[in-house]
């Protein structure tokens, strides 16, 4: 277990307990749960293993939470039988593409046995692993020629993504950081980016729609798209029987909460809430310390 979130939580835990305290008073509101509905755990790029991941956040007092791993409910495997200190809602955050921009689609309360489900979580991972050779391919022309067997054994049997090429690239001097690691190698643009054909939209809200959930937006505001071109994604998302975005994730200034609240209103979407953590210590926010949703919100909770 990484001590580094142990001390964390032994600072946090009298915050905790008093913030559960403030909103056990207002337990009739359901918006006050302790929810967060987007995290990760090492079956993709997050640190934590699910069994971690969820005593870290039963520590935080959260109600309700959902793993949403990269294309692989692999963790829910790992903690099947087990006893959950808090309501678990299936879920897993998919990759697509729209209008040529890496777009991230949230299924929560899946039924994890459906068969079109199932399939297409194989064909995700298909694209990856294609992705990921060819992502090894353009490595061996700049000079790394073990890079797949690298990043695959830092990924550990979880999903190859690119920060297990970027953690690489640090393991081997090449660069001193992850971030260095997309700016020279990985990013955009950069000799080993590789497009991944991940499914669209359309398929994506369609195998989540067949598995009972709802699909949600994930962060929005991490796309950097003008207002213009997200009302557009949000139209486009919409037609394809999208249910739902989050209108917080991780840590956002109040104004921004206001406009993606806004959004969510005009395109009668449910509010969702998440971190998107993946390790302790991450800038962005803490697991199960994300912002309350705006009064005027429909929680996607209400859904289950
Ligand atoms: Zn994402
Ligand atoms: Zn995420």
Redesign the pocket.
């Known amino acids: 277990m990484p001590c580094g979130w142990v001390w964390a939580l032994r600072q946090n835990f009298s915050t905790v307990r008093e913030h559960t305290r403030v909103l056990a008073n207002h337990s009739g509101l359901r918006k006050n749960l302790i929810v967060d509905f ?1 995290m ?1 755990t090492c079956c993709s790029d997050g640190q934590l293993t699910p069994r971690e991941l969820i005593d870290l956040a039963a520590a935080r007092g959260c109600e309700q939470i959902a793993i ?1 791993d990269h294309d692989s409910v692999a963790a829910y495997a790992q903690l099947a039988d087990q006893v959950m200190p808090m309501r678990l809602i299936r879920g897993c ?1 998919f990759s697509t593409q729209w209008q040529g921009r890496e777009v ?1 689609i949230v299924g929560l309360n899946l039924d994890l046995q459906n068969i079109d489900l199932v399939a297409g979580l194989q064909s995700q991972r298909n694209a990856r692993e294609v992705r990921g050779g060819r992502i090894a391919e353009l490595l061996a022309k700049q000079g790394f020629t073990d890079a797949l067997a690298g990043a695959s054994a830092l990924a550990a049997g979880a999903s190859l993504g690119r920060p297990h090429f970027a953690r690489y690239l640090v393991a081997r001097g090449a660069v001193p950081s992850l971030q260095q690691a997309f700016k020279r190698y990985l990013g955009v643009g950069k000799p080993a980016y590789v497009r991944t054909e991940w499914a669209n939209l359309e398929q994506i809200c369609a195998w989540i729609d067949a598995a009972g959930g709802i699909a949600v937006l ?1 962060h929005p505001l991490k796309y950097k798209m003008t207002l213009t071109k997200l009302r557009s994604l949000l139209v486009a998302f919409k037609d394809v029987g999208g249910g739902a975005m989050e209108v917080i994730s991780g840590a956002q200034q109040t104004a921004q909460t206001s406009q993606m609240a806004r959004l969510s209103k005009q395109f009668q979407l449910q509010a969702s809430v998440g971190s ?1 953590f993946h390790q302790p210590g991450q800038p962005w926010a803490a697991l199960g310390r994300v912002a309350q949703l705006p009064d005027d919100c429909a929680p996607v909770w209400s859904n289950w």
């Open positions: 987007h990760h949403t955050e991230h994930a998107d």
